[in-house]
């Protein structure tokens, strides 16, 4: 199993910067992907951005040039610095862990992020 608990979400004003966390435990050898995935009010769950165990990234459109993923491999963490933040940018943000041998899908329990106009 693995466990993953997020930090940093918050109220920002549009065009601020926030930096969201994500600290994993447990079975962490058995990650292959971890990533952020957002989901706003009304909407379906979305990817936000990935980083693969060979530091390889994945970014929405919406969120490409403002948004940054990275991994810190010896402290277990993933991390999200958001940029020129826009109202639309207004989710509840999840950690995300994937086990490709496996094909398991581990969740964070989520961070909110809202960006004020």
């Known amino acids: 199993q693995v466990q993953l608990v997020e930090f940093g979400g918050g109220l920002v004003q549009a065009g601020g910067s926030l930096r969201l966390s994500c600290a994993a435990s447990?079975?962490?050898?058995?990650?292959?992907?971890m990533g952020w995935y957002r989901q706003a009010p009304g909407k379906q769950r979305e990817l936000v951005a990935a980083?693969?165990?060979?530091?390889?990234?994945d970014y929405a459109g919406s969120v490409e040039g403002r948004f940054t993923i990275s991994r810190d491999n010896a402290k277990n963490t993933v991390y999200l610095q958001m940029n020129s933040l826009k109202p639309e940018d207004t989710a509840v943000y999840y950690c995300?862990?994937?086990?490709?041998?496996?094909?398991?899908?581990?969740w964070g329990k989520g961070t909110l992020v809202t960006v004020s106009s």
């Open positions: 980083i693969s165990t060979g530091d390889s990234t």
């Open positions: 995300h862990a994937y086990d490709l041998n496996r094909g398991v899908n581990y």
């Open positions: 447990g079975s962490i050898a058995r990650i292959t992907t």
